[in-house]
């Protein structure tokens, strides 16, 4: 039996940015998540990259913290740009 697999066109990661982030600078957001531009897009990378943005706020009193990915493929350049939307929260002690 032979099988022929044909991976897809691969991917990278564009523009990463962040969006409602008030406790933690772009600087530190971009540090926790670990990821570069222009490196392949990897799904797992990025989830692991967002659990790493949770890091920094379990260290701040009484913060949460949600980040959303939301992605924006360039076909044409075959690249996929990140805005992570992020939504904190503060809770009273």
């Known amino acids: 039996m ?3 697999v044909h991976p897809g066109e691969q991917y990278r990661l564009g523009e990463i940015k962040f ?9 530190e957001m971009t540090s926790a998540l670990h990821l570069k531009s222009n ?6 990378s990025i989830r692991r990259g ?3 943005v949770q890091k920094p706020y379990a260290k701040k009193e009484n913060a949460n913290v949600t980040a959303i990915p939301v ?13 992570i939307k992020i939504h904190e929260s ?3 002690q």
Do not use: Q, W, Y
Request: hydrophobic share 40%.
């Open 2 to 4: 032979n099988i022929h």
């Open 19 to 27: 969006n409602g982030a008030t406790l933690l600078s772009a600087d």
């Open 39 to 44: 490196s392949l897009f990897n799904t797992e």
């Open 50 to 52: 967002l659990e790493n």
């Open 71 to 83: 992605a924006t493929v360039d076909g044409k350049n075959r690249k996929i740009a990140l805005e």
């Open 90 to 92: 503060v809770t009273a």
